[in-house]
Nanobody, 123 residues
Framework: QVQLVESGGGLVQAGGSLRLSCAASGSIFSINAMGWYRQAPGKQRELVATITSGGSTNYAESVKGRFTISRDNAKNTVYLQMDSLKAEDTAVYYC?????????????????WGQGTQVTVSS
């Protein structure tokens, strides 16, 4: 089966940087859009950034100029470089991907989520 595995979260001081990674594995045929979302305590999950297979990107206003999303299609991996981190960036960050995959000899398309990685920014 297909799964997304995230890494790179942790504790950092305000103004610092972190880099998140998310690798997709399994019987993958192709991956369309990939992205990062986050959910802070008591708040709804929100979009952080997305990137298409062709490299077009989209960012939440709150992270523009500070975060950079990128992907390595050969490795089925998406990255989120987070710079100038603020306390309000503290959240669980989730990877998301629209993936075409094989199962039982058939081709399916489904949206997958990672398990989440905690990012904590201390002020």
């Amino acid at each position: 089966q297909v799964q997304l595995v995230e890494s790179g979260g942790g504790l950092v001081q305000a103004g610092g940087s972190l880099r998140l990674s998310c690798a997709a594995s399994g019987s993958i045929f192709s991956i369309n859009a990939m992205g990062w979302y986050r959910q802070a305590p008591g708040k709804q999950r929100e979009l952080v950034a997305t990137i298409t297979s062709g490299g077009s990107t989209n960012y939440a206003e709150s992270v523009k100029g500070r975060f950079t999303i990128s992907r390595d299609n050969a490795k089925n991996t998406v990255y989120l470089q987070m710079d100038s981190l603020k306390a309000e960036d503290t959240a669980v960050y989730y990877c998301n991907a629209a993936i075409k995959y094989y199962s039982g000899g058939y081709l399916y398309e489904h949206e997958f989520w990672g398990q989440g990685t905690q990012v904590t920014v201390s002020s």
